[in-house]
């Protein structure tokens, strides 16, 4: 391994500039071509673990760009950023923490120290208080002040105080406890309030208030706006007691708001806000599935960290799934990157790997603070298949744009319905095969097709993706998937240079909104110090609302 330890831009490397006459090589090869060339190119090109198997070759590579690939990861230093994140190093520089989520999932007995004091042990303390009062409200024990059991859990966070928490329970609705109703409250829009409640009983009715701050706008309105409509029917304040639990590391906000520390579950702050789905922030997922279930899917994370830290990089899936991302972001100029999961109950995987992918790999700055002079995260989008292949996958097909897809399927169907399954699986696999091979022109006029409709019906094809296929969406498999984009995430931010861990563009818009509301609510008229366009919406607003 040869580790360049002289800093300097990435573009400027040798094996950068490798990859660059590489991409000038090779651009114009064709998947056909690769795999005619190759008749075991698509067993090669597979990566298996117990758990999941990866093709990857439908992608526009060949050994030698994995091997380009790869010297660039060792050349950033990729297995010691690794380490350092495994190791509790302060890798969030910007916020001096480090980011230890892999310690969420850390076995009973493992000793991870931070700062000389082993944090695994801690986090068995929170986990084990979460089962015990998940354990009283799945069973009925836990009551309202009324006397009567708890049947609704509605969370109220949002970012990655929410986006975790719903994602993990609609994947996992098929192992919920079902007498149980689950809501998920997130944005300022009263609506998403309203609408959550509307056929709720405030009697049966339990709200995990989500923050790990504490003092996030959204979430503390949508808190007290809980606590109203609670102690409207309740009358009593010693109903919150009953009827809200925190989950936080700001203990004092949270007795602040009237909610007893007996009935907060902490966590730390070296856990980001969207590395916290398998932390108390799960609380809703742990009271949904139950215990075993979320120790399960701790189990899938806690494989996949160990795959990531000891696989060699050839061999290595979130390691190979990030180089193949940066090779089209940064030598394709590929734009964005698509992901359909062919399974119903991934519905929000998508919009979880969002937050995921882009606010951890949004950065134009380098960790030292210089402006980058290549493309950092890619725009992640997707939907479930097949409903996309209805909709968008006319552009993946035939549009202008290449967009790498990463289409993920399971081998069982948890809900088996005469032969849907096989029907939902032989979509996805054709998709890949449409999506890479195309049809040619000729074979479009083989098909007796007029002269003048013949553009219209050809497909070029050389479109790329990867293929997941796990055995059956269960709670390990879900943590094994967040793991591996988890750690894919990080492979490429260390491989930019950048911060994967802060979130500071999401600051600016936050604290003009706090200004403008005041502008928007004062009595009196306000002195706008605004743009034009600003200051003219503000005052159409007041006058018309
Ligand atoms: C995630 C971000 C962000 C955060 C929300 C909610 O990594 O930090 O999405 O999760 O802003 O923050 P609180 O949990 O503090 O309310």
């Known amino acids: 391994m040869t580790t360049d330890s002289n800093p300097r831009s990435l573009t400027q490397r040798p094996d950068w500039l490798a990859l660059q006459r590489h991409y000038q090589e090779i651009k114009d090869l064709h998947l056909r071509q690769l795999f005619a060339d190759d008749p075991t190119r698509g067993e090669r090109l597979t990566i298996e673990t117990p758990d999941i198997y990866l093709d990857y070759s439908k992608n526009r590579i060949t050994d030698e760009t994995l091997r380009l690939l790869i010297n660039l990861a060792n050349a950033c230093g990729l297995r010691e950023r690794i380490e350092a994140m495994f190791n509790g190093d302060t890798i969030n520089v910007t916020e001096q923490r480090a980011a230890l989520h892999t310690a969420l999932r850390a076995p009973r007995g493992e000793s991870i120290l931070l700062d000389g004091v082993n944090v695994v042990p801690d986090v068995h303390a929170v986990l084990d208080r979460m089962a015990f009062f998940s354990e009283k409200v799945r069973n009925g024990q836990w009551l309202g002040h009324t006397g009567k059991p708890i049947l609704n859990i509605v969370n109220i966070g949002i970012g990655g105080s929410d986006l975790g928490p719903v994602m993990a329970y609609e994947a996992l609705r098929h192992y919920s406890q079902r007498n149980l109703t689950l809501r998920f409250v997130s944005n300022v829009d009263g609506t998403d309030f309203v609408e959550a409640t509307r056929d ?20 503390l309105t949508n808190a007290r706006a809980a606590r109203d ?29 009237g909610i007893d520390t007996d009935n907060m579950f902490g966590f730390w702050d070296w856990d980001g806000g969207r590395y916290s789905m398998d932390s108390a922030i799960g609380l809703s997922t742990m009271i949904a599935v139950g215990p075993d279930h979320f120790r399960a899917m701790l189990d899938g994370f ?8 000891h696989t060699p990089f050839e061999r290595n899936m979130p390691v190979i799934m990030a180089l193949l991302k940066l090779w089209y972001n940064n030598f394709f100029a590929g734009q964005s990157v698509a992901v359909f999961p062919y399974c119903q109950y991934l519905k929000r995987f998508p919009a979880y790997l969002q937050q995921l992918t882009m606010e951890s790999n949004g950065k134009h700055v380098t960790l ?20 996309g292949q209805h909709s968008f996958f006319q552009l993946l097909h035939q549009g202008t744009r290449l967009i790498p897809c990463d289409f993920i399927g399971f081998q069982q169907a948890l809900n088996p319905l005469g032969d849907q399954h096989d029907l939902l699986m032989a979509n996805c696999f054709a998709q890949t095969e449409a999506l890479a091979f195309g049809k040619t022109e000729s074979e479009v006029k083989a098909d007796g097709i007029s002269d003048w409709l013949v553009p219209h019906r050809t497909f070029e094809g050389n479109r790329p993706s990867n293929t997941l296929l796990l055995e059956q969406l269960t709670p390990k498999t879900l943590g094994l998937l967040v793991a591996l984009y988890e750690h894919s995430v990080y492979t490429q931010g260390s491989i930019w240079n950048i911060d994967s861990f ?11 909104a706090k200004t403008t509301a005041e502008e928007l609510q004062a009595e009196a008229e306000p002195r706008l110090a605004h743009d034009s366009s600003t200051n003219a919406l503000i005052w159409r607003y007041r006058r018309l609302r």
Not at 302 to 309: G, L, P, Q
Not at 502 to 512: A, F, I, P, R
Request: aromatic share 12%; charged share 20%.
């Open 368 to 387: 030292e603070g210089a402006n980058v002079d290549y493309q950092t995260a890619p725009i992640y989008w997707g939907e479930p298949g097949t409903n």
């Open 302 to 309: 806690h494989e996949m960290d160990e795959h990531f830290r």
């Open 200 to 219: 709720l009983d405030p009697e049966q009715t339990l709200f995990i208030i989500c923050s790990k701050t504490f003092t996030t706008l959204e979430t």
């Open 502 to 512: 802060d979130q500071w563009g999401v600051e600016l818009g936050k604290m003009l």
């Open 229 to 257: 409509w609670c102690l409207q029917k309740l009358g009593d304040q010693h109903a919150v007691s009953r009827h809200f639990v925190a989950v936080s590391t700001n203990a004092n906000e949270v007795s602040k708001f």
